[in-house]
């Protein structure tokens, strides 16, 4: 038992100093750049994992608080000067709020209504910002340039800071996946994602816990979407709304495994570096290419094991073996 | 006589044409292990929907401990204190049995480790401490059945409502589910509501019996007094069932 602990310890602190070690070993800025990429959807992906994962309600439409925390963020700094990580909190907030206001009554009634309605209000909200002048338009707006400091989180020389950040957001994101898994959270969401009905009948207000989910996870894609904004500079709502976000977010955690922690990571990792990989082997002329493999990699999964790559590494490392069941009486 | 835990007042429910529950009204008092019986399509699951909040009664009114829930929903009526299993078993999927268990422990400890004590204790007084880290699936029909048992328990309600544990299990398994049965009124003092075809179950068991037909009670009473009703018999039981159950010297 001690040994089973031990050494899945040992391998995620060799990883984790491999991780911190890379920027000053890779100081190329385009395997920092993937890397980053590879953090934030990690992220996003363990983001959507509490509502779709846990909780088992699919959402389509994470796009909708990537965005509203990149908005938020750069017109806080445009208009007040408020640092970006003030603008981070005050966006997961707004994030929040939406969700609130999607989810209320979307969770009362069964079925697809809510993934529909994801979709629907990530165009929405998409048409809004094209069409509003104050935080302009479909021109978009470019992050005033302040100098390099952590306050500004603004670093012009090197890739190296954001990676930091991204890798500690993910940290964040991974431990509060962790603590949900554990937490009544955790169990009450499962509880829903299994059966509705019974999770009633043991005492649990459903609409209640899937907001809560689905606030958890608005407010996480929402600092993805601020981190976002402060590392490429410049937003416009064909970047942060875009619909190819939010099933990005969703392969992500589907490919690795949907109610893991590992799952999203895992996902997002084969699926970043095959876009990237993609791009950088076929240039221009690959643009869609990476599209397509991802569909085949989707049905790959789909068919051969729905339940992602967490659950196939496991059915691999446990062989089923026929198990004798006792049925045994009350204990004495 | 103390008062009663559970007061159904001329509780009616119609789908449609059908009036599934018309006027049933009686009490169940603490303490008491009470049989619902009745043939199929007699309303019974019904009933249970009615006081557990899943369908809202038409008409009548539900009193637990002196409140009135009629119309609250299924998870508050829970917090009151009743709890239920189903007809046709709905584990959590995915699940463990001692994460089925945990997810009814958690309602009185928000505390995981606290509530995961209170699992350990219900597995092992419903004799699931075997298969506790089992995922729920793969168990066979009996244990699926306790598995929901054990999960509404741990909720520490007042009044259990079993909708058919019975059925479909053999002889020696529902032997271990009647003797459940007694523990969780002797031990844990919870009064206890079941549905039940199972007459050699239910008479053995239950203090008293109430009888549903075409949704009406047609008697109520000791389970002697019961099996001896000419209208029971005719209804449910049939003259072959009650004879025998007379030669078996009754209860």
Known sequence: MVRGRLLPAAGLGVLLLGLIVFPLVVTLPYPQHVMILIFLYAMMGLAWNIIGGYAGQVSLGDATYFGIGA????????????????????????????????????????GHYFAIATIALNEIVATIFTNWEYVGGAVGIYVPILPESFINLQFHRSKAPYYYIALGMLIGVILLNVWVGRSRLGYYFRAIRADQDAARSLGIDITRYKMIAYAMTAALTSLGGSFYAMYVLYIDPTSVFAFSISLLVVLVAVLGGVGTVAGPIIGSVILISLSEGTRVL???????????????LVMAISVLQPYGIVAWVRSLRRPRKPREVKVAGPAA | MPDPLLEVEGLSKRF?????????????????????????????????????????????????????????????ICRAGIARTFQVVRVFRGLTAFENVMVGALLRNPNPRRAAEVARDILDLTGLSAQADELVDGLPIALKKRVEMARSLATGPKLLLLDEVMAGLNPKERQAAVELVRRIRTELGVTVLMVEHVMEVVMPLSDRVIVLDFGVKIAEGRPQEVINNPEVIKAYLGERYAARFGRLGGV
């Open chain 1, 71 to 110: 908005y938020t963020t750069v017109i806080l700094l445009r208009d007040l000067g408020l640092s970006p990580w003030v603008g981070m909190l005050v966006g997961a907030v707004n994030a929040v709020i939406v969700s609130v206001i999607l989810g209320y009554p979307c969770f009362r009634v069964r």
């Open chain 2, 16 to 76: 449609g044409g059908l009036l599934a529950n018309q006027d049933v009204t009686f009490a169940i008092y603490p303490g008491e292990v009470v049989g619902l019986i009745g043939p199929n399509g007699a309303g019974k699951t019904t009933l249970f929907n009615c006081i557990t909040g899943f369908y809202r009664p038409d008409g009548g009114r539900v009193q637990f401990e002196g409140v009135d829930i009629t119309g609250w929903p299924p998870d508050k």
């Open chain 1, 282 to 296: 076929l240039g221009g002329t690959g643009r869609a290419l990476d599209v397509a493999i991802y569909g085949l």
